[in-house]
């Protein structure tokens, strides 16, 4: 078996679980409401925000013998720049205030993931990230496209609400084979562990922002708030 197809299979269960969180089904059923939708747009812009500084942190912290994965990660960088103002383009497209999101904080569940995320690369071990790469890109390829197009029937929204849906489903298929191919690379079986583990984790912590979506109650993070100054997890 390789490594990827190792790293599927032991991450079934909580696949499962990001993939039953409400808001999906939702999705998928035309029952998302507008302020649903633009909920998920908001929390997407405030993880999608750091993809790139992680992506940095990862390939400034591997070791040299792994250049190989450090001009991958280059490759990443380059598609992966400005997507979170993508994202703030469908949100004004929907009707929202796109400088009011960008001032905005992420809500409890979508600071854990970044802060993890951030730990992982800066103290751990920097091919941690990768799991969380396999969440996401693999999220995108099962839901997204799909997505898009009931929610934007059901909503009746204009094709510019949904560039970051759309091109992260079609372009995640391409990085999705190209992730493959990096990860049967890795023969270590303890780094390999690392990823499967990280990927676990990120699948719960994925899941978690997709049901506080539609959760009642404070969901926003107790510990950041408005007049409080800036750190590293509010850019």
């Known amino acids: 078996m390789t490594f990827y197809a190792r790293l599927v299979k032991e991450t079934g269960t909580e696949r499962a679980h ?39 942190a990862t390939g400034s912290r591997l070791a040299e013998h792994q250049e190989w ?23 004004a497209a929907c009707g929202g205030d796109r400088e009011a999101v960008r001032r905005s904080d992420p809500n409890l569940a979508t600071e854990l993931m970044v802060a993890y995320a951030y730990d992982m690369v800066q103290r751990v071990n920097p091919l941690g990230f990768f799991g969380m790469v396999y969440v996401l890109e693999g999220t995108s390829i099962s839901v ?9 029937q059901h ?5 510019s609400a949904f560039s970051y849906l759309r091109s992260h489903g079609a372009l995640d298929i391409s990085h999705m084979k ?13 780094e390999q562990n ?4 990280t990927a676990r984790m990120f ?13 009642t109650g404070d969901t926003h993070s107790p510990l950041i708030r408005k007049e409080t100054p800036r750190h590293g997890l509010r850019q």
């Open 178 to 190: 190209f992730f493959e191919t990096l990860m049967n690379r890795i023969e270590d079986l303890e």
């Open 203 to 215: 699948f719960r912590l994925y899941g978690n922002i997709f049901r506080s979506l539609t959760e």
């Open 69 to 91: 994965l450090r001009e991958a990660v280059a490759e990443y960088i380059e598609e992966e720049v400005g997507h979170q103002e993508w994202i703030l383009n469908d949100i």
């Open 18 to 56: 990001l993939l039953s969180s409400p808001i999906i089904d939702k999705a998928l059923n035309n029952e998302i409401t507008l302020g649903e939708y633009r909920a998920f747009l908001e929390q997407a812009y405030h993880h999608v925000k750091h993809t790139v500084p992680l992506l940095m």
């Open 144 to 152: 997204a496209s799909n997505a898009a197009d009931q929610i934007q």
């Open 155 to 159: 909503l009746r929204l204009p094709d």
């Open 194 to 197: 690392l990823i499967i583990h």
